[in-house]
C-alpha cells in the first residue's frame, strides 16, 4: 500500500509564503513524476506544478515566478515553495505522484488527502 502525506498548509496573510511537503510512503520501487494540484470551491481541480523524475518542471502560468517545486528523490518527498501569495491562491492543494509498486515499468497515479492554503488579511 502507497501513502501520499501533505503538510504545510495554513493561513497567510497576501504577500506571505508557505512551504508544503508531500511524502510518499509503502511498497514504492521508483515515483516517475511528482506534482501539485489545487481546487477551490466550486472550481475544477487544476495543475499547479509538476517535476519529473528527471526533466523540466512544469507551472501554470497563475504560479510562475512564485511558486517552486522541488523533490529529494532519496526520500520520496517532494515539497512546494509558494512565495508572493494571493487571495486567489486560496485552495485545498493535493499532491500526487506516479508510482510503480510491482511491476517497474507500470506506474499508477496516487493523491494525497489535501492541505488547506488559505491567503487572507
Known amino acids: 500500500q502507497v501513502q501520499l502525506v501533505e503538510s504545510g498548509g495554513g493561513l497567510v496573510q497576501p504577500g506571505g509564503s508557505l512551504r508544503l511537503s508531500c511524502a510518499a510512503s509503502?511498497?514504492?520501487?521508483?515515483?516517475?513524476?511528482m506534482g501539485w494540484y489545487r481546487q477551490s470551491p466550486g472550481k475544477q481541480r487544476e495543475l499547479v506544478a509538476t517535476i519529473p523524475s528527471g526533466g523540466r518542471t512544469i507551472y501554470a502560468d497563475s504560479v510562475k515566478g512564485r511558486f517552486i517545486i522541488s523533490r529529494e528523490s532519496a526520500e520520496n518527498t517532494a515539497y512546494l515553495q509558494m512565495n508572493s501569495l494571493k487571495p486567489e491562491d486560496t485552495a485545498v492543494y493535493y499532491c500526487?505522484?506516479?508510482?510503480?509498486?510491482?511491476?517497474?515499468?507500470?506506474?499508477?497515479?496516487?493523491w494525497g488527502q489535501g492541505t488547506q492554503v488559505t491567503v487572507s488579511s
Open positions: 500526487s505522484a506516479q508510482i510503480s509498486r510491482i511491476t517497474p515499468s507500470v506506474f499508477v497515479t496516487y
Open positions: 509503502g511498497n514504492i520501487i521508483s515515483i516517475r513524476t
